[in-house]
């Protein structure tokens, strides 16, 4: 993220009040950052939901529980474009409901409309085949979505996968995966490594990079480059407290 | 162009036409027409960028997708030919990377450390906006002609149409969607690269070329067995074995 941009979501966040529930976790901390992306866009609300196999999905947070209730819809349903963003991997942007909208989420697109939602912007949180969560925007008639509202939820996005993945190292939200999800081939070539070599999850890969990272401070892509080059191999166990050979 | 030369572009337009067809896997696509750029204008490697929606520009294919020539497209980022045209929205062509170390410092010395003379960029055009660049490497100071140029910018026009499959372009929301599905689609080819390297005891390169003729081999699409390799490695075992 470039820093005009980061210095806009941190201000945008800082300008967010923490609330009671929020808590220490990292659905509290995604709470906060439903509620200040949907006061950015000037949405309905937002609401983050993790999507399982099955295509069962579950609401992680969200900027408030009248969203919970709507983003609850699409899963009872079976349809709608948080299912469909997990299934294709790419966001799906629906500005028109009642239009476009409802040839391809019939019911799902009723139920909407009846409740006042014209348009639903669904975004995947994900590394690659690292599927998260999907973050879905709710917003109500005649409430445009600019290109500007594009880019704050491709950066609240990207702040969700960093929440997600353990938060920011130094309590500074978007300075730990996100200045490097982006251009980093040996990243995610280091990533399908650990994950090979350790036999973890590729975002439990993910982690455990960036804790290594830190723990040596050095940065995520320093570290990739070493791993890719077989100067560095992550030892199994976390705990261990083991260093890394050299 | 000779007469040689304009029978094999024919072909590779009937090719492109024949993939275009079916439901096909776009990296996969996006590679074929850099192989293809290469082969048509005789430089020595070709590779696509694309501008994802912060107007950061991502690798997605090369002709020879190296380790070297990888680092050099992520210098691209900065500055470079494509960076260049990418922002001109015009094509660089023809220049002479002896020449070049004063508009890219980082860029020309990296080029020429990897043996490469000169360079070209030619804008992925979408409407009024540019999308991407496609670059182009030469060994030699060998300079494109202006039917060469016609070419590589008709290529580089079929890799924006194959980007956006959707005949019809919803709001622009479209691209955006396409977009962001084919940077994830990078991702997870990289991350597969890395899950293949550490399960054969092989290079990222080697584990690349072990995954393409697998995908080849067995008429799977590039990105649907990349993403099986890092989501359960063991259901293409003749790929993920070691040994």
């Keep these: ?246 | 162009m000779n007469t040689l030369a304009e029978h094999r572009l024919a072909e590779v337009f009937v090719e492109i036409a024949d993939t275009l067809v079916d439901e096909f896997d776009l990296i996969e696509f996006l590679q074929m027409v850099t192989t293809r750029t290469t082969e048509l204008t005789s430089v020595s490697a070709t590779g696509l960028l694309l501008a994802d929606p912060r107007g950061d520009l991502v690798f997605m294919a090369a002709s020879d997708e190296s380790v070297r020539l990888l680092e050099l497209f992520q210098v691209e980022n900065a500055e470079g030919p494509c960076q260049d045209c990418f922002r001109t929205r015009t094509p660089v062509v023809n220049t002479d990377l002896d020449h070049a170390q004063d508009s890219w410092p980082l860029f020309a010395p990296r080029a020429v450390a990897l043996g490469y003379r000169s360079v070209h960029a030619f804008p992925l055009r979408h409407h009024s906006a540019v999308i991407g660049a496609l670059g182009l490497f030469g060994a030699t100071s060998g300079r494109l002609s202006p039917s060469d140029v016609r070419i590589v910018q008709a290529l580089a026009d079929v890799a924006t149409i194959g980007l956006l499959q959707e005949r019809t372009i919803r709001r622009g929301l479209v691209l955006a969607e396409q977009l962001q599905g084919a940077l994830n689609s990078r991702i997870t080819i990289e991350q597969a690269k890395g899950t293949l390297a550490q399960l054969r005891g092989v290079t990222v390169d080697e584990a690349f070329r072990l995954l393409r003729s697998y995908c080849r081999d067995t008429g799977r699409r590039l990105g649907d067995v990349a993403s099986e390799v890092v989501t359960d490695p063991a259901s293409h075992p003749d790929l993920t074995r070691a040994g």
């Design chain 1, 1 to 246: 993220m470039s820093d005009a941009r980061l210095a806009r979501v941190r201000r945008l966040l800082a300008e967010e009040p923490r609330q009671d529930t929020d808590g220490e976790s990292a659905a509290g901390v995604l709470s906060r950052q439903c509620r200040a992306l949907s006061r950015a866009v000037a949405a309905r609300g937002v609401a983050v939901s993790v999507v399982d196999a099955e295509r069962l999905g579950v609401p992680l947070a969200t900027s408030g529980p009248q969203v919970a209730e709507l983003e609850e819809m699409q899963f009872t349903l079976g349809e709608g474009p948080s299912l469909d963003a997990h299934d294709s991997r790419r966001p799906a942007l629906e500005p028109d409901l009642a239009g476009h909208g409802r040839a391809i989420w019939p019911a799902y697109s009723d139920v909407m409309l009846e409740r006042g939602v014209r348009a639903v912007f669904a975004f995947p949180l994900q590394v690659g085949a690292a599927r998260l969560a999907v973050q879905a925007i709710y917003l109500s008639d005649g409430t445009p979505f600019s290109a500007q509202s594009l880019l704050h939820a491709l950066d609240f996005a990207t702040l969700g996968v960093e929440t997600l993945l353990a938060g920011p190292l130094d309590g500074e939200p978007g300075t730990g995966v996100v200045n490097v999800l982006g251009n980093y081939s040996e990243v995610y070539q280091a990533q399908g490594m650990v994950m090979a070599q350790l036999g973890v999850s590729l975002a439990d890969a993910m982690v455990r990079m960036r804790a290594e990272a830190y723990c040596l401070n050095i940065s995520l892509s320093e570290l990739a480059g070493d791993i890719v080059a077989h100067r560095t191999t992550l030892e199994a166990d976390p705990v261990d407290g083991a260093a890394p050979d050299a």
